[in-house]
């Protein structure tokens, strides 16, 4: 493996489900909703054997209300996806995702916007997870 891509967390994982990504940003194009690409996506996972949870609760025991931190899909117990269908992606969906990663104490979260001509997964790390 190259010295760049040792440095890349979860580097296979990561390439599997870009791929997963793209075939589903082909089929569907950018004017779904957000629950189509979820669905398109979780077909794509069963078919490839890897394993998820979807609409998964972070509990945590700083959490107020433990339902209001709801990821869309934990991959393998390490990479946190979130799938959003915006025509813009801002700070507080970036913000978002850093605090699910903190609360679950992961180091890698996926954000995904649908609804751009071009799709561009968005790696997003946590710098403070223990993992």
Known sequence: MSRSLEKVIYAELSYR???IFFNVHN???AHC???QYCDAIEKLLKENNISYKREFYIEHETTLI?????VDFLIEDRII???KA???IGRDEYNQI????QLANLKL???LNFHQKYLTPKRILNSKADE
């Open 98 to 101: 850093q605090r699910y990663l």
């Open 66 to 70: 433990n339902n209001s931190n709801r």
């Open 27 to 29: 089929e569907l194009g």
């Open 86 to 88: 915006l025509r813009l």
């Open 17 to 19: 489900l870009n791929g």
């Open 109 to 111: 979260g996926l954000l």
């Open 33 to 35: 909703r957000e629950v």
């Open 81 to 83: 996806v979130e799938v």
